[in-house]
């Protein structure tokens, strides 16, 4: 595997990878913790251009490990609820299920992504100002000297053309 590719994936799935976490510990802070810990270990893997077949599974190891690494050194010091054996397989089952709709909703993303940049004009405007920028119909359309009705056909066509746009890919690549 070329160096760079276990980061570039681990960035790619930084909220599966988080909400496992956060789901196996119930605590955010203890979660992103241990998400900086598999950080380092991806990272150094990465460096050792390491081949992973299955990457989340891999990083799940990772994760469940360190988890329970860190409620074996807090039952030392306090009383501290960890997870049972049972809930965290139960978690970790569930994560592992919920794979495949990851991957489509990150290649969703990704194809959404591309053809936002694919728009041209005043309709990328209206969804960059509407989504990126957050602002109001009435801020958009003040900023393009248009009326609010006609922000909300710009906002409306545009949405089409990139739900097209991201069908269009899909079914491409499914085609391949």
Not at 29 to 46: G, K, N, P, R
Not at 124 to 139: C, D, M, P, T
């Amino acid at each position: 595997m070329a160096q760079g590719q276990l980061i570039k994936q681990f960035l790619d799935n930084r909220d599966a990878i988080l909400g496992f976490a956060v789901a196996l510990t119930r605590n955010y802070d203890v979660a992103e913790e241990i998400f900086q810990e598999v950080a380092m270990v991806v990272m150094e893997e990465d460096r050792k251009e390491a081949a992973v077949n299955n990457f989340l599974a891999w990083t799940r190891e990772i994760v469940s490990r360190r988890v329970a690494e860190y409620y074996r050194k807090q039952t030392k010091r306090e009383a501290v609820e960890q997870p049972t054996e049972a809930m965290m397989e139960v978690v970790t089952l569930a994560f592992a299920e919920n794979e495949p709709a990851l991957e489509q909703h990150r290649l969703r993303m990704q194809f959404l992504l591309e053809c936002i940049d694919r728009l041209t004009g005043r309709s990328r405007e209206a969804i960059n100002g509407f989504y990126g920028q957050r602002k109001s119909l009435r801020e958009i359309a003040t900023g393009m000297n248009w009326e609010e009705n006609s922000v909300k056909v710009a906002l409306s066509r545009a949405r089409k053309v990139l739900a097209d746009c991201i069908n269009s890919r899909l079914r491409m690549r499914e085609a391949t």
